[in-house]
């Protein structure tokens, strides 16, 4: 994962998805079709090493290729369940894999991260991350 450069574009859209935008609207915004748009992240999700969304976007700011967001103070109590889950998420677990090393249900880690995820506010697991670099879950 160490040692990676993205293109501008490539920065630009992974900066958008970082902050919870859709595919559409980041389309729109970078003035590129919703496919490229794709392959710009799936080019940076390889560059990364990242097995997906989330792990691409923990990878960027964690390697320094996207500048860390601002810190926001945190408002609510996060339970070590829901931190440690966390933490799977930006790794780039999938539900099931994160599941099985808590030793819990998929259906309870779901829950957990549903729960997470609205406290934070965030649209997706991407965006989740990012919260989470924010609010200094993550580091």
Not at 51 to 66: D, M, P, T, W
Not at 81 to 88: A, P, S
Request: proline letters at 4%; charged letters at 25%.
């Amino acid at each position: 994962m160490k040692g990676f450069v993205l293109t501008d574009r490539e920065r630009a859209v992974v900066a958008y998805q970082a902050i919870g935008l859709s595919i559409t609207r980041i389309a729109f915004l970078v003035g590129r079709s919703r496919e490229t748009v794709r392959d710009h992240l799936e080019r940076a999700r390889i560059k990364a090493g990242a097995s997906n969304a989330a792990h691409l976007i923990h990878a960027v700011y964690r390697f320094q290729a996207l500048p860390l967001p601002d810190p926001e103070p945190r408002t609510f109590p996060v339970t070590v369940e829901q931190q440690r889950g966390l933490e799977l998420v930006a790794q780039g677990c999938t539900g099931r894999g994160a599941a099985q090393r808590l030793d819990i249900s998929h259906g309870q880690f779901e829950a957990e991260i549903r729960r997470l995820r609205t406290l934070m506010k965030a649209n997706s697991r991407a965006h989740m991350v990012s919260r989470g670099w924010a609010l200094r879950l993550l580091e």
